[in-house]
């Protein structure tokens, strides 16, 4: 379920962020949306983190646990991004 959110969010971010801004309509809205980003982020990294914790408790082979720490890698390089871009898109447009 968060997994799903964070790329629900992280899907319309890009869209926004990608579009050229004229104005500064939906700023606030970009702003609420990468804060809350944010928070599933967090909460994603707690969860990834447990996720791995009961693989190796499990002694899962070495490719199961490098399956789970790709796709939470690419979680956190996907925000990291976005937020970068929010930066450089405000700091652009002020």
């Known amino acids: 379920m968060v997994r799903a959110a964070v790329v629900r969010l992280c899907g319309t971010l890009e869209e926004v962020t ?12 970009i702003l609420a949306d990468i804060e809350l980003l944010g928070e599933k982020a967090d909460d994603l990294k707690k969860l990834d983190e447990e996720i791995l ?3 190796l408790r499990a002694n899962a082979r070495e490719d199961e646990l490098d ?8 979680y956190a ?3 990291k991004r976005l937020k970068s871009a929010r930066a450089e898109t405000f700091r652009h447009y002020q």
């Open 18 to 29: 990608s579009r050229e801004r004229t104005n500064g309509k939906g700023d606030s809205r």
């Open 53 to 55: 914790d009961l693989l």
């Open 67 to 74: 399956k789970e720490m790709q796709g939470a890698g690419d």
């Open 77 to 79: 390089h996907r925000y």
